[in-house]
């Protein structure tokens, strides 16, 4: 056969394709069987445990980077990783509230397990506590601060985390804490604190994640000092007596809490406390306090105060403070101010309940108002210190009668006497009127002449100078305001109705010394 050039040169091409294929093809073998025969792995072993605990986690997610298989832990922390290719690995543990945790690996030819332990913190192991609390107000060692105040200071987080505040105040005088929180306010409305005290107060902060609370510098403020008070009384506020007392401007201070029912307070200059009716349970006994309303004491408990229409009952107080003395149905008692020594001091001869009871300056002399167990047939006596009668002051009338007072030379005596004489089961006055009974000459002088018709006079008392009486006045309908009223007790100034000025509204039971 004879070829022809082109036949020659596709021929040649064509076996020369051959030749490449087949070295292609030999060469490709090669490779695939180097690759098999030298293809190395290991075994990639491990543990996960809580950082700080070393307790075991479960179900924490293994993986690497280059990838190979993902695995989860088992309940003892531990994994497993097989036929890993040796190489060099990251390899990661991720647990839901965990931080997510990488370990270095590297898988070698040796042949050799390799082994990594995770120990996992809780996402919030990097959250940082707050920031420390500045004071801000009372500027540091401010005066006279208001007993009811407002303490500011400014906070923050680094992670912006709720803060809950803690504050506290002590004083320089006694144990007493107060202590208030709130959650991310920078104020609080602070009431209650005492007159005259130095307050030191801190703010501590702390978030829900660390343990630590940041506290504060501490600051120092002062309340205002006391005032001069010398006016106390009783208000009705949610169906209970609430005591008060008041300067001669009638700024007024409340003494005793709207939750309880307080009332006839007594004043002793000599030791500066206001001593006081409250109930304790179904009894009722003396208390007595500071002037500020702090530091209550309970002075009377294995006898109590008792008998006809609680409100109308009354106490007295020795001048120079150190006894009490209080009725209990038909029996006089007298009792330490330390609630020792009690001991009965006079009975009624005929069963009579003791209503009221004062005692003069030097204790010479005891005035008494008795009355039955509806509050009529009414005797206002006095007695000296064996129980012997000394004044007939008022006995054998209809209608109530009370308010007791003695002057400070013993000469006189203060009452209110219902003029109308009428009796009813509610005790209502119609016309009660202020007396005033010199003993000397045994005549009472009306003080109620210039009061308006329709109204009553009673629960009357001496002031200091003795040149005044302040008293309660209110209408006779028995459900009207009662106000407090100051008069003068000059026989020529008690018809002029000026002379009766409205001193305290909305008050009872008043008491000046």
Same mark, same amino acid.
């Given at each position: 056969m004879i070829w022809s050039n082109q036949n020659k040169n596709n021929m040649s091409q064509y076996i020369n394709r051959i030749i490449v294929m087949i070295c292609f093809a030999s060469l490709a073998m090669g490779c695939s069987e180097d690759t098999i025969d030298n293809f190395e792995t290991g075994t990639l072993t491990g543990i996960v445990v809580a950082d700080g605990t070393n307790e075991p986690l479960e179900n924490v997610k293994i993986s690497t980077n280059p990838n190979t298989s993902t695995v989860f832990t088992d309940v003892e922390g531990a994994f497993t990783i097989e036929n890993i290719p040796v190489e060099q690995y990251s390899v990661q543990a991720e647990l839901e509230g965990y931080l997510t945790t990488f370990e270095a690996a590297e898988i070698t030819s040796?042949?050799?397990?390799?082994?990594?332990v995770f120990e996992l913190q809780v996402e919030t192991?990097?959250?940082?506590?707050?920031?420390?609390?500045?004071?801000?107000?009372?500027?540091? @060692?401010? *005066? /006279?601060?208001?007993?009811?105040?407002?303490l500011v200071w400014s906070g923050s987080d680094p992670?912006?985390?709720?803060?809950?505040?803690?504050?506290?105040?002590? @004083?320089? *005088? /006694?144990?007493?804490?107060l202590s208030f929180s709130t959650v991310n306010d920078t104020l609080v409305e602070v009431s209650g604190l005492r007159f005259g005290l130095k307050y030191f107060w801190q703010v501590g902060a702390e978030d829900d994640i660390n343990d630590d609370v940041i506290q504060s510098e501490v600051g120092v403020f002062n309340t205002i000092a006391l005032p001069e008070n010398r006016y106390v009384f009783v208000r009705e506020i949610n169906g209970n007596n609430v005591i008060f007392s008041a300067d001669e401007e009638g700024n007024e201070l409340m003494l005793t809490s709207a939750s309880s029912n307080s009332y006839r307070p007594r004043q002793n200059t000599s030791v500066n406390k206001i001593a006081f009716l409250s109930n304790v349970g179904s009894e009722t006994h003396i208390f007595i306090m500071d002037e500020d309303g702090s530091d209550v004491t309970q002075i009377t408990s294995q006898v109590p105060v008792n008998g006809f229409k609680l409100e109308e009952i009354d106490f007295a107080w020795t001048q120079n403070g150190d006894r009490l003395i209080y009725p209990n149905f038909d029996r006089l008692y007298s009792v330490n101010i330390n609630g020792e020594g009690l001991q009965q001091i006079y009975q009624t001869t005929d069963g009579s309940f003791i209503t009221e009871v004062v005692i003069s300056q030097d204790e010479s002399i005891t005035v008494l108002k008795t009355n039955d167990v509806s509050g009529y047939n009414v005797s206002i006596f006095t007695i000296d210190n064996s129980g012997a009668l000394l004044d007939d002051i008022l006995s054998g009338v209809d209608g109530a009668a009370g308010g007791l007072d003695i002057s400070v030379n013993n000469q006189a005596v203060l009452y209110w006497y219902d003029v109308s004489g009428f009796e009813s089961p509610n005790y209502r006055q119609l016309n009660a009127r202020v007396f005033l009974f010199d003993r000397a000459t045994a005549t009472a002088v009306d003080l109620s002449d210039g009061k308006p018709g329709g109204t009553n006079d009673f629960d009357c008392r001496f002031t200091p100078n003795e040149a005044e009486i302040i008293f309660t006045n209110t209408s006779n309908d028995g459900v009207s305001q009662k106000n407090i009223v100051i008069a003068d007790t000059d026989p020529d100034q008690i018809n002029n109705a000026s002379e009766r000025a409205v001193f305290i509204p909305n008050g009872k039971m008043p008491d000046y010394e």
């Open positions: 040796s042949g050799a397990a390799v082994n990594v192991a990097n959250n940082r506590p707050p920031n420390t609390p500045v004071l801000e107000t009372p500027a540091d @060692n401010a *005066v /006279d601060i208001p007993l009811n105040t407002t992670d912006d985390d709720d803060i809950t505040y803690t504050i506290e105040l002590r @004083n320089n *005088v /006694d144990d007493e804490i």
